[in-house]
């Protein structure tokens, strides 16, 4: 603990020091902005010179001469810009500023403490200013802020477990939300009855109204809670899944009730077109999505000659989904999701490995940016003069709030139970009622209110306030110990496992298999049939084929999991060599794979089983899955190390002449074995291998064959210089690998080494090849993401030919 | 198609016997007069008519484990030529969903049950053990639905998931141990932390007999 706690010690104060620096400055700029701006309005010709120290021009002549200005400042020019990008900065560096102390974020959510920094700032901008604060305004929440969200949940969804609980998460979404919408509209009404709380004024339609906007589940305050707390995937997909489909009804809900507001009579026709309204916004919003999603995909088709701006179509076509469905009105959200869900799998395939990284890491930067700016703009906007306090009517909302949601989500789940194969649970329905938490979405809704037609819209917005900080704050911070206390399933966090992986394809091939049999359509039955479609019609449409970069990927990954399988077999590099006696290595050694290799044969297994059924990680927010690049830099790094390795054991098998197990049950000598199995000596093994490794790259494959014949005459001019000296031979390993461990490898060596396969193999391994090879290693090792097979094949070629030649040299 | 009634009795008796409720036996039976065209037994070409089961990468495995005399009857071994619909609801058995009112062993058992099955399905030459050879046959099956991946790798994978299997199993191995495969113990112990009674069920309810047989 102490060796953590020490660097992080002297950070800890650099918060508060970083914020109080910053408060005021943005606070003073805020204040100055406006101030500023009155000024500018005034006198216009000398806002520019004011505060600059240029001396100002001669006044009272007619004809005003302007003179080059040394030094100018004009604040009002780029104030925009500026202060967004210093409200970006403060967000950011808040951020920061919570994950420097660590033990923080767990207590408490992420979300509490930005808006806690927003009230602040909120508190500061009124102290200087006297008049409330730039509120958040609706239109930059609905347009700018809330998409990048939307668009990273539904890009990083867990589509499989999404659709499997799709019955559910659709009834929670449009019947909850419906009743919760009715039952606190209707019981807020009756409490507006009773005088005494001088709440009579507010009618029935506004109520409902009130009861709608207040009802939705915030998929933003969703996703920061509960990506920190790891419930199962089951519970979790569906608070989150809710959170996102319950859009819909919200919006046609609260359009609905507002222009029952503004009506003078409401007809029995206005609610049916009400009903009709949100099919045609749930469905039109999921259509435009699934229609621009498969136009992005189209087009990622078409951008391997400008790779550049392949990321950028990912997101232009969910923009342009999202306002799109804005524009008629339907539901952005779900449109934004389905343009996501849609065109993930197939621009995946398109785009290059580095688009897609940049797309995965600009898409979780813009949704974290935008999450942090949401929650300190909501702290802000809280403090300011539009409030009015009824103690009646503010607490009776959060009773009613909190009461509807439990009582829907139970009632709801009794009856969905009977369909679903697996109940929920009475934790998982406490869970999920408790899950639901209000955010930024009513917020904003309420300050769209007319306050022409709501008298009292000041009211709502204070109970709006206090509603989302009772669950943001109170449900937010208590979820967690709640889920420990509960022993609420987690998900399992464990290691990741190539068998676990095969166990679940096999699983589902079973499982297809079975409902075939028995003729029945079920999920797996729909999901099998679509994914034939999709074979079948929209890949061969969105998916360029015959993509050279797919098959290199494929190519080089089969690679890292040939020398994942090796090192494990020879034993892990990170042990050190000496512990690894070469001359006491045996074939039934076992050693645990480590998580890279792990990953990697995940990896290909993800990619490669049967297609349809990729499964996405469950999702997060703040983190990526490891990088590709980083893998493919460490597998590098690790391939050399192995290739020395490789070369040591070589030499040190040929002066002892071990029989090799023959055994086919000794799994470990198998994938030797069975890949040359008419060869089972030790020794032509490793040459086995070669050529196994090579035949998989074509360009390779023609390198080594060529050389073995060869090789012979090779060694023959060389034998004359077999009596070189060891050091010399020293010198030339040093030169490819500088490691310690190695060193020590290289000690044991010559001991062991010998004569004869000294002579033979230095000279193949001349200096200039290892020269270049080792530079080529290390602009690798810097971040390309190239698959860089040539230090290893070149190896390979040149073991090649010295197993080939062994036999014939043994006699010198 | 629903003419073949059981007698109740003996619907009755198979409803305790599988778990199934008679509503499904009646669906799963229309079923299977369907595929065995009105006989009384199904033979492995049966389930050639079954279009959809053709695209399945481990459709051998499938089928094969319905003839598994294993999984049919406790203490058996070897392969039947034919089953009669009784052995069909026990083999659709092992796929009914857990019940809410289980109790712990009831989870156990039913859990054993169905690892069991899987167990068997890998475990093709009966020794009781997954041998490499039966991990890569069955890791290759798994992999042929495309064409592009080359047998090479999915033998990688099968020795890296063994490694993976020997290594949780035994744990640190000696210098001369051998691992052989694995037995049924230590399977169970490698799908620990996978709940496999909420994963492998197949919805039975609102079964509707399909005309997807010719």
């Not at chain 1, 992005?296 to 342009?320: D, G, M």
């Not at chain 1, 297609?611 to 690049?629: E, G």
């Not at chain 1, 020590?744 to 060596?749: A, I, P, Y």
């Not at chain 2, 009634?5 to 009755?12: K, L, Q, Y």
């Amino acid at each position: 603990m102490g060796s953590r706690g020490d660097p992080r010690r002297p950070a800890t104060p650099l918060l508060p020091v970083l914020l109080a620096a910053l408060l005021p400055v943005l606070a003073v700029l805020a204040a100055g902005t406006a101030e500023a701006r009155a000024t500018s309005e005034t006198q216009p010709s000398s806002a520019s010179a004011m505060g600059t120290g240029t001396p100002p021009s001669p006044s009272g002549t007619a004809f005003e001469e302007t003179r080059l200005h040394v030094f100018t400042l004009d604040y009002p020019h780029v104030q925009i810009p500026f202060e967004i990008t210093l409200w970006i900065l403060l967000a950011s560096l808040a951020k920061i500023g919570f994950h420097l102390y660590h033990k923080l974020p767990s207590i408490v959510p992420e979300s509490c403490l930005l808006i806690l920094v927003g009230l602040l700032l909120g508190g500061i901008i009124f102290g200087a200013e006297e008049k409330s604060p730039p509120v958040m305004n609706s239109d930059v929440f609905f347009l700018y802020l809330l998409p990048p969200i939307v668009l990273d949940a539904g890009y990083f969804m867990p589509t499989r477990l999404f659709f499997e609980n799709f019955g559910t998460i659709f009834w929670y979404a449009v019947v909850g939300t419906l009743w919760n919408a009715i039952g606190i509209g209707i019981s807020l009404y009756g409490i507006c009855q009773i005088s005494a709380f001088g709440l009579t004024d507010i009618t029935l339609l506004q109520n409902l109204l009130f009861g709608s906007l207040i009802s939705a589940v915030d998929p933003v305050a969703v996703l920061a809670v509960f990506e920190n707390i790891h419930v199962n995937e089951q519970l979790y997909i569906l608070v989150f899944g809710e959170s996102l489909l319950n859009d819909a009804i919200t919006v046609v809900l609260y359009n609905l009730f507002k222009s029952f507001c503004q009506m003078r009579t409401i007809k029995v026709i206005d609610i049916f077109a009400g009903i009709a309204n949100f099919f045609i916004v749930g469905i039109g919003g999921v259509l435009i999505g699934i229609l621009l999603g498969f136009v992005a995909a189209f087009t990622t088709r078409f951008t391997h000659k400008i790779r550049v701006i392949e990321p950028l179509f990912v997101f232009l076509y969910s923009y342009l989904s999202y306002i799109t469905a804005e524009m008629f009105h339907l539901s952005g959200i779900m449109a934004i999701t389905a343009c996501a869900m849609t065109m993930n799998k197939y621009v995946e395939e398109n785009v290059s490995q580095k688009s897609y990284t940049t797309i995965k890491y600009f898409m979780k930067m813009l949704s974290s940016v935008s999450e942090t700016l949401i929650f300190i703009f909501m702290g802000v906007s809280t403090v300011g003069k539009n409030h009015e306090w009824n103690w009646a009517f503010v607490s009776f909302t959060l009773l009613f709030c909190l009461i509807w949601r439990a009582l829907g989500v139970f009632v709801l789940t009794q009856i969905i139970n009977v369909f679903r194969t697996i109940p929920l649970t009475f934790k998982d329905q406490f869970i999920i009622a408790y899950g639901g938490l209000r955010g930024a979405i009513c917020f904003s809704l309420v300050f769209l209110l007319p306050p022409t037609v709501f008298p009292r819209k000041k009211l709502f917005i204070t109970a709006v306030i206090v509603v989302i900080f009772f669950t943001v704050f109170i449900q937010g911070i208590t979820i967690r110990p709640l889920v420990e206390f509960l022993d609420v399933k987690r998900s399992n966090k464990k290691q990741p496992a190539v068998s676990e992986e095969i166990y679940n394809r096999f699983f589902d091939h079973v499982k297809t298999g079975i409902e075939d049999v028995c003729g029945h359509w079920g999920h797996n039955f729909w999901r099998d049939k679509f994914k034939k479609f999709d074979n079948k019609y929209l890949r061969r449409l969105l998916i360029r084929e015959n993509q050279p970069k797919s098959s290199i990927v494929s190519l080089y990954k089969k690679l890292e999991i040939k020398h994942a399988i090796e090192m494990a077999e020879s034993g892990m590099i990170s042990k050190v060599p000496s512990s690894v006696s070469l001359s006491e290595y045996h074939e039934g050694k076992i050693k645990p794979l480590s998580p890279t290799e792990m990953e990697n044969m995940r990896e290909i297994l993800t990619k490669n089983l049967y297609q349809i059924r990729h499964r996405t990680m469950s999702y997060n927010r703040h983190s990526l899955a490891a990088d590709a690049n980083e893998k493919q830099a460490k597998e590098i790094l690790i391939r050399r190390r192995h290739s020395l390795r490789e070369s040591l054991r070589k030499t040190n098998s040929l002066s002892r002449e071990r029989p090799a197990p023959v055994n086919t049950k000794r799994f470990l000598s198998l994938p030797k074995n069975t890949k040359l199995p008419e060869k089972l000596r030790v020794r032509n093994k490793t040459s086995s291998r070669v050529g196994d490794s090579s035949d998989s790259e074509m360009d390779a494959a023609t390198t080594v064959l060529n050389l073995r014949p060869r090789a012979g005459k090779i060694l023959r001019d060389q034998r004359p210089r077999q009596q070189r000296p060891p050091p010399e031979f020293q010198v030339e390993w040093k030169n490819e690998v500088d490691g310690s461990q190695d060193g020590q490898g290289e000690q044991q060596e010559p001991s062991t080494l010998p004569q004869p396969s000294i002579g033979f193999r230095q000279p193949l391994l001349t200096r200039p090849r290892f020269g270049t090879l080792s530079r080529e290693d290390l602009t690798a090792d810097h971040g390309s993401a190239r698959p860089v097979p040539p230090p290893r094949l070149v190896r390979q070629a040149s073991q090649g030919e010295r197993q080939r030649n062994k036999p014939e040299n043994e006699p010198y | 198609m629903g003419s073949a009634h059981s007698v109740p009795a003996e619907m009755r008796e198979l409803a305790d016997r599988t778990g199934f409720t008679s509503e499904q036996i009646e669906h799963l039976h229309r079923r299977f007069k369907q595929l065995s065209r009105d006989q009384l037994t199904i033979r492995k070409e049966n389930f050639d008519s079954i279009p959809d089961l053709e695209f399945n990468p481990i459709r051998a495995k499938i089928v094969h484990a319905f003839f598994d005399k294993r999984n049919l009857r406790p203490e058996s071994d070897g392969l039947a030529d034919e089953i009669n619909f009784e052995d069909f609801l026990t083999i659709m058995s092992y796929f009914r969903p857990i019940e809410m009112n289980m109790d712990e062993e009831q989870l156990d058992r039913f859990r054993k049950e169905k690892l069991k099955f899987l167990f068997h399905m890998y475990d093709s030459d009966h020794d009781g053990k997954i041998t490499l050879q039966e991990y890569r046959n069955v890791v290759e099956e798994l992999l042929s639905g495309n064409p592009h991946l080359e047998k090479e790798s999915a033998r990688s994978i099968a020795d890296g998931a063994m490694m993976e299997a020997a290594s949780i199993c035994v744990g640190q191995m000696g210098p001369d141990q051998v691992y052989e495969g694995i037995t049924f113990e230590d399977f169970l112990k490698m799908w620990q932390g996978i709940d496999i009674e909420t994963k492998m069920h197949v919805r039975f309810l609102n079964m509707e007999t399909i005309a997807h047989c010719y």
